[in-house]
Each structure stands twice: as structure tokens, then as C-alpha cells.
């Protein structure tokens, strides 16, 4: 039983590997003795097995030997955890910055209210001319002396006289309503007179928003 050239070839591969079934060693060794083409690539892959066994004997043999994957795996991890523990405490630092600068602004205004002007905000004088003027009553009262009659009451004496029955009330030092005939009751009588007061004219400050251009540059 003879073995084809493609044939041949997959076994000199899996001859590198110690892969050839028992039973077609003799028959691959029976083939190459036939065939100078698969002897001659059976050569030239021995040679380069060789090379490539000696080129990774010495790379493996350097100190310090190449990383393990764990290794690598666990420093990729510690520089993500180092960019996590830097990105939070630059977000830490900025909201303490705002923080402190509107804890600031706050107690500028709390301390200076008059102060607390936008910019470009200027005070200007506007003078008031004008006398003010306040009109106020005057009570101008004198005593009437009453003597009190059959079915008068506090309330139509105050009636009576234009008056109030808690004022004659407290000019007689009454406790109660009730009055009797013939009782002597001073009764106020008042007239308002109009007057007026003048006031001398003051200065207000009005604020003037001055507009703000920015040219850039």
C-alpha cells in the first residue's frame, strides 16, 4: 500500500508534532526512500523545527523571562485602577474649588448687600425737587356737661353729639353702660382742623446698567 505525495506531506507535519499514527510510520519511511521531492521537504522542515527550537530555547533562557499572562493581566489592572483613583480625585478637587469660590461670593453678599452691584452698574444722583407735603387732622375737643333723660342711652348721646359712647365712657370713668336719670355726663365734642406738613426734597440714587461689549481678540 503506497501513500500519495499530499499525503506524505501531512505526515512529515504531524511527524514534527509525534502525531503519526503507528501504522503509517512505515509507510511515510517507505515513501520518502521512494521520492526524492517529500524526502528533500521532509529536510527542509526538520531544519527549520531546529532553528525555531533553538531561537525560542534562547529567548526563553534571558533573565528576567518573559512575563506570564497573569502578570500582564494583573499590571493592566493596576493602571486602570491608578486612571479610576486619578480621574475621582481631579472631580473631587474641582467640585471643592466651586464649592470655596460660591461659599465666598455668598458671604460677599451677606456682608455687603450695598455693595452687591453688577459690573458696569454706576450710581447716578437724581435730585428730587419737589416739596412733599403730608395733610393731617387736628382734633380740636371741648366738654359739654348732659344731663341724661327718660330712655337715653350711652349710644344715642354719642349719636347725639357726633361722638363715640367708649370716649364718654372713659372721660366719666363709666365701668359699665347702664346710666340712670338725671346723671350728669361730660360729653366730647370735636372738630378736626386740616393741616399740612412740608417736607424739603431729597436725593435718590438710581443705578445705571452700563451694557458691557466684548470685542475678541
Not at 47 to 76: D, F, G, H, I, Y
Not at 145 to 157: A, G, H, N, P
Not at 203 to 214: A, D, K, M, R, S
Request: proline letters at 7%.
Amino acid at each position: 500500500m503506497q501513500i500519495t505525495h499530499e499525503e506524505a506531506i501531512q505526515l512529515i507535519q504531524y511527524a514534527a508534532d509525534k502525531a503519526v499514527p503507528n501504522a503509517k510510520e512505515k509507510l511515510l519511511h517507505d515513501h520518502l526512500q521512494d521520492c526524492a521531492q517529500c524526502s528533500a521537504y521532509a529536510g527542509q522542515f526538520k531544519n527549520m523545527e531546529n532553528v525555531l527550537q533553538t531561537v525560542m530555547r534562547k529567548q526563553w533562557r534571558q533573565r528576567p523571562a518573559p512575563l506570564s499572562l497573569n502578570t500582564l493581566k494583573a499590571k493592566k489592572d493596576l493602571q486602570k485602577k491608578r486612571s479610576a483613583i486619578l480621574v475621582t480625585r481631579t472631580a473631587f478637587i474641582g467640585m471643592a474649588v466651586c464649592t470655596f469660590i460660591f461659599i465666598g461670593w455668598q458671604v460677599t453678599l451677606t456682608t455687603n448687600p450695598k455693595h452687591a452691584m453688577f459690573p458696569g452698574m454706576l450710581p447716578i444722583p437724581t435730585p428730587s425737587t419737589q416739596y412733599t407735603a403730608t395733610n393731617t387732622l387736628a382734633l380740636n375737643c371741648r366738654q359739654v356737661l348732659y344731663k341724661v333723660q327718660d330712655y337715653d342711652t350711652l349710644e344715642s348721646i354719642a349719636s347725639q353729639y357726633a361722638t363715640s359712647k367708649e370716649a364718654i365712657m372713659n372721660l366719666n370713668n363709666l365701668n359699665t353702660e347702664n346710666i340712670q336719670r338725671d346723671m350728669e355726663l361730660f360729653v366730647p365734642i370735636c372738630k378736626s382742623t386740616p393741616t399740612s406738613t412740608i417736607y424739603p426734597p431729597t436725593f435718590t440714587i438710581t443705578p445705571f446698567l452700563e451694557p458691557v461689549t466684548n470685542t475678541p481678540g
